[in-house]
């Protein structure tokens, strides 16, 4: 039974119309599905009317961002840009972004940041050759867009060069860089070779072996070799300047200094430091390399020989020849050996006035080379040649201070007068020297921060050389300008 929609009134199912009201029950319902059916089949033919068009829109949209990927790929990919960065990151000091742009186009070896600090460091020192490889860049990267032909040369410091293409469809450019070998010679075997600080291999001697590449800059090359009484090294600074075919040579001398030993009785054995060698002096006709210093003593004893049946100690310095003496009981006794000694006494009083005059010559000569030491060392800061100035550092204060850091801290210097005030030479191998200076550092509001400093240095002679070893120095005062 259902419901007559008009009256309300019940009717039978089979019943077309309601018996009370005679509103026709079945063709109302049909009524309504029959709108309901067409509305669903006009909203189709809307559907299916609107259908291509929103396809065609969508591949408008899809190939429009397509071709503006393409384009923003492709220029950031084309050669004015890889030119324009490679330059922007050498003037802004970023070896991370240089190291990128060299990797993605060198395959014969992976490059440092260390390393390209060091090429750009060579660049800005040298700020003629700097502004001519950028002009060769920019040139070339022209004639690509220009579709000319563009090839490298061997004399290029840097040029663009053309790549494998990205995903098949975009062109690629890198920086290409001059290749620089180091040929390394050294005159002793186990000669243990360091390259910018990093070792690399170890050199047999005369027998000269190649490394590389490395960017174009100047490097620094370390020879050392362990003796067995002293380490030798011989440190070189190796130039762009010397380069020839691509290779900057370096012949490493590490020979150190060598000493003749003699004794006057020679089944006396070798004692070095209070300690026996097990080796007669008849055996021995040289040691080296030995350090000069005066930590290494020598001393020659007769095998079961009395008290005085041993020589001296003779400490080595700057000596070319050790003469162990022993002085027997017997010698001792020999009345001609008195008489010898008398007359060596009074040669020797006769001599005093003139070994008097030596010292002081020898003391005003190692007085000026202390005083340029220590000037040198603030001439070379003030050129920016913090290599240079930092081996005037003696091997104990390079221990404690490592280049890096030290350099680091310079960045901002202009430049560092000194002036020497005082020089005291303590003795053959210390001295102190008494100064005043004055910096110059950049500032990054872009004035000038100008230190008076003052004190004293400390100096150690290492071969023939004065060393800075410590320091006292304090600040005065300070002001802008």
């Known amino acids: 039974m259902t419901h007559c929609k008009s009256c309300g009134k019940e009717v039978e199912r089979n019943r077309a119309f309601c018996t009370h009201c005679g509103v026709t029950v079945e063709k109302e319902a049909h009524h309504d599905r029959g709108n309901k059916g067409a509305e669903k089949k006009r909203s189709a033919a809307k559907s299916l009317k609107k259908g291509p068009k929103i396809a065609v829109a969508a591949c408008v949209v899809v190939i429009g961002l397509g071709f503006g990927g393409y384009k923003y790929v492709e220029a950031k990919n084309s050669p004015d840009k890889i030119a324009d960065q490679f330059i922007s990151a050498v003037n802004q000091d970023d070896p991370s972004r240089v190291v990128a742009l060299l990797n993605n186009s060198k395959a014969d070896h992976d490059i440092s940041d260390q390393e390209a600090k060091s090429f750009i460091k060579y660049l800005k020192n040298n700020p003629d050759v700097w502004n001519e490889t950028s002009k060769h860049l920019r040139m070339e990267a022209q004639n690509y867009a220009d579709g000319a032909n563009v090839s490298g040369s061997d004399n290029d410091l840097a040029s663009l060069t053309s790549l494998d293409k990205k995903w098949i469809v975009f062109n690629q450019y890198g920086i290409n860089t001059k290749s620089v070998y180091i040929k390394a010679t050294s005159n002793e075997s186990q000669t243990e070779l360091y390259i910018d600080g990093k070792k690399v291999k170890t050199l047999k001697k005369d027998k000269e072996q190649t490394f590389g590449p490395y960017l174009p800059s100047d490097h620094v090359v370390k020879g050392v070799y362990k003796g067995e009484y002293t380490d030798v090294s011989d440190k070189q600074d190796l130039s762009m300047d010397d380069l020839e075919e691509n290779n900057l040579a370096v012949d490493l001398d590490v020979t150190g200094t060598h000493i003749a030993v003699s004794t006057n009785d020679e089944d006396a054995v070798l004692y070095i430091n209070g300690k026996s060698t097990g080796k007669k002096l008849k055996n021995v006709d040289e040691l080296g390399p030995v350090p000069t210093d005066g930590s290494m003593e020598l001393q020659a004893v007769l095998p079961g020989g009395k008290k005085k049946d041993k020589s001296d100690v003779f400490t080595i310095e700057d000596e070319e020849e050790a003469y162990l003496y022993i002085e027997s009981a017997e010698e001792e006794a020999d009345p001609s050996l008195a008489e010898s000694a008398d007359e060596e006494a009074i040669a020797e009083d006769d001599s005093v006035e003139q070994n008097d005059h030596d010292a002081i010559m020898a003391a005003e000569d190692a007085a000026g080379d202390i005083q340029n030491s220590i000037e040198q060392h603030y001439n070379y800061i003030s050129d920016g040649n913090y290599s240079a100035a930092y081996e005037l550092f003696s091997s104990d204060r390079q221990g404690k201070v490592k280049y890096e850091s030290w350099a680091a801290g310079l960045k901002n210097t202009i430049k560092d007068d000194a002036t020497i005030i005082n020089v005291n030479p ?30 004293t240095w ?11 070893n410590d320091y006292d120095i304090k600040k005065q005062g300070a002001h802008k300008e």
Not at 429 to 438: E, K, L
Not at 441 to 450: A, F, H, I, P, Y
């Open 458 to 468: 400390y100096l150690v002679k290492e071969g023939y050389d004065w060393k800075l």
């Open 426 to 455: 303590i003795d053959d191998s210390h001295a102190s020297a008494t100064f005043s200076m004055t910096s110059y550092d950049n500032q990054t509001d872009g004035s000038t921060l100008v230190q008076t400093w003052s004190g």
